[in-house]
């Protein structure tokens, strides 16, 4: 069973940064482009980041382009978000989620709607992050 389970969140002030982790269990996280998402109170689950398996592909949403960068180390099973220059509206539970590249190969590759959360699972407990002065 594919289990991601994600740490790394925290409470920082506006313009701090915070790296996440997402480390993957029960398959190898190669076999997955991995996710992340998140969710603020009372709003819809929205995706940040996208890494292809090998991490030569990425995709992120305007709302984070330029702040956010996600990197990936096979070896260890483990998937980091990189969050610069936070913002108040950075504030939520953020989550990784698997998407399977044999289910959704355009996707896997980080291309078309590749954020399209109905297609991702596996999701994990999710980590809080606050940003507030």
């Known amino acids: 069973q594919l289990k991601l389970v994600e740490s790394g969140g925290g409470l920082v002030q506006p313009g701090g940064s915070l790296t996440l982790s997402c480390v993957v269990s029960g398959f190898p996280s190669k076999n997955y482009a991995i996710g992340w998402f998140r969710q603020a109170p009372g709003k819809e689950r929205e995706g940040v980041s996208c890494?292809?398996?090998?991490?030569?592909?990425?995709y992120f949403p305007d709302s984070v382009k330029g702040r956010f960068t996600t990197s990936r180390d096979n070896a260890e099973n483990s998937v980091y978000l990189q969050m610069n220059n936070l913002k108040p509206e950075d504030t939520g539970t953020y989550y990784c989620g698997a998407l399977d590249p044999f289910v959704h190969r355009v996707q896997a590759q980080c291309r078309g709607t590749p954020l399209y959360v109905p297609l991702w699972g596996s999701w994990g407990q999710g980590t809080q992050v606050t940003v507030s002065s």
């Open positions: 890494i292809s398996q090998s991490g030569g592909a990425t």
